[in-house]
């Protein structure tokens, strides 16, 4: 079993709708959720941060980590084609070491 | 100012050959790491430096595998003996400081061995 467990899709929705993307994970240690988003031949960007457990909202992206049920979450409102990508969530533990746990992340396509 | 560059693109190469994959941070990044994506897989953590300590090479996968960062900049990834499973993107990704949670990541080497 994966450490990190991610639907790899793809999923596919209109555009304008409330998109759910979610990730799963074994280890109780990690503190440190991200969710990147990724374009084909491209490097992985940075879409959003959070710490431990709760909600944190940048424009129409939100990210919202449960740490009891070892879920997380990131909601995109009023998708467009343009946020069409593979999104990969990435965590990583509360010490000196830096590397981050991928999951397998997500294709999504946003139909206009 | 530049993101972090890799080279080259796209390499092919034959079973058995030595390649050598580069990696140029963002100028003042103290941090820099190597992860490798696989069809259909996440990103695999290879192999980090942090200034001048000792690199973290948990995550290579066999002793085929070396990396080195000379100056405190530009990194080579190195592997040996070239296996059909080698094949992948080789991703690198630097950071301010080791803490920092943002890493940033260049386009890739897209791998391919024959």
């Known amino acids: 079993q994966k450490e990190v467990e991610q639907d790899p899709g793809p999923l596919s929705v209109p555009e304008g709708a409330i998109v759910s993307l979610n990730c799963t994970y074994s280890?109780?240690?990690?503190?440190?959720f991200m969710w990147y988003r990724q374009y084909s031949r491209k490097g992985p960007e940075l879409l959003m941060y959070t710490y431990s457990s709760g909600n944190k909202e940048d424009g129409r992206f939100t990210a919202q980590v449960d740490k009891s049920s070892k879920y997380i979450s990131l909601f995109i409102r009023d998708s467009q084609p343009s946020d069409s990508a593979t999104y990969l969530c990435a965590m990583r533990l509360n010490n000196a070491g830096n590397m981050l746990t991928f999951g397998g992340g997500t294709r999504l396509m946003v139909k206009p | 100012g530049a993101g972090v560059s890799q080279s080259p693109s796209n390499k092919v190469t034959e079973k058995g050959k030595d390649v050598e994959l580069r990696c140029d941070p963002i100028?003042?990044?103290?941090?820099l790491y190597w992860y490798r994506q696989s069809l259909g897989q996440g990103l695999e953590f290879l192999i980090y430096?942090?200034?001048?300590?000792?690199?973290?090479k948990s995550g290579l996968p066999s002793d085929r595998f070396s990396a080195e960062r000379t100056g405190g900049s530009v990194s080579t990834l190195t592997i040996q003996r070239t296996q059909q499973e080698d094949s992948a993107v080789y991703l690198c990704?630097?950071?301010?400081?080791?803490?920092?949670?943002?890493?940033?990541f260049g386009p890739g080497t897209r791998l391919l061995v024959l």
């Open positions: 430096f942090q200034g001048n300590s000792a690199p973290d």
């Open positions: 280890n109780s240690a990690f503190q440190y």
């Open positions: 100028s003042g990044h103290t941090a």
């Open positions: 990704a630097s950071s301010f400081r080791l803490a920092q949670e943002t890493q940033y």
